[in-house]
């Protein structure tokens, strides 16, 4: 296999669409896209509900199979990759970040962050470090033992990032991360987002309505009808 260069894509998606079946109609969800994302870059989707932005992130984060077209992770296609190999992808090289925060609730922080080292045969101390590191990095060192229950939404969602962030992936994916936040923590979550892939050279894709949360990344894809319309920093005036 070639080895590739530092500058070489981290995701393509080439002439991708997906097509829905709802009873006698077809619903064609992302219409022929093509993109590439560079390693380390922060982008956004956007777009109206139904435009087909949380469709391509899935078809990207390999969550979903394209109807036709092409995913390369990494330069892999990802059609020709087997179940097996999909999972070990997901628990290794891909974070996770959704809107609802996903935490186990009778798990403290703590624990949520440390569960997918441990379905990764990670060691106990190395466990040990690397959450209290993550928690630290996100700003909650102190809140290490509080259950969801006890944490506010934002907080919750960065035991989220964290728990994204464990693994140390190449890629996260975030759909909506801040859907669920009043307006200054979700600003905090979306520099959060931003710090984390710069420092850890770390790729990034959200899809997100939130135009703040947009701003702040390298580039933004805005979707309409399942394809994509521009690629821009979007206007907040």
Avoid: C
Wanted: hydrophobic share 40%.
């Amino acid at each position: 296999m070639a080895v590739r260069g530092p500058e070489a894509p981290m995701l393509e998606a080439r002439g991708v669409s997906r097509a829905f079946q709802t009873g006698k109609q077809q619903v064609v969800a992302v219409d022929q896209v093509s993109l590439e994302v560079r390693r380390g870059e922060f982008i956004a989707l956007i777009g109206r509900s139904g435009s087909g932005k949380t469709t391509l992130l899935n078809l990207l984060a390999g969550l979903d199979q394209p109807t036709s077209g092409s995913i390369l992770f990494d330069g892999r296609d990802l059609a020709g990759v087997s179940e097996a190999e999909t999972v070990e992808l997901r628990r290794k090289t891909v974070g996770f970040v959704f809107q609802s925060f996903g935490l186990l609730p009778l798990l403290s922080a703590y624990e949520n962050v440390e569960l997918p080292l441990r379905i990764n045969g990670v060691g106990a101390r190395e466990r040990r470090q690397r959450v209290d590191q993550v928690l630290k990095q996100v700003g909650l060192g102190k809140r290490a033992h509080h259950r969801p229950y006890e944490l506010s939404g934002g907080e919750q969602q960065r035991v989220a990032i964290a728990r994204a962030l464990a693994a140390r992936p190449q890629v996260i994916f975030a759909d909506e991360p801040t859907g669920e936040l009043d307006s200054l923590t979700g600003e905090a979550i979306a520099h959060l987002l931003r710090d984390v892939s710069k420092e850890e050279n770390i790729t990034v894709v959200v899809a997100t309505h939130d135009l703040r949360l947009s701003s702040m990344t390298d580039r933004v894809l805005e979707m309409e009808d399942g394809r994509l319309r521009l690629s821009a920093k979007p206007s907040l005036a």
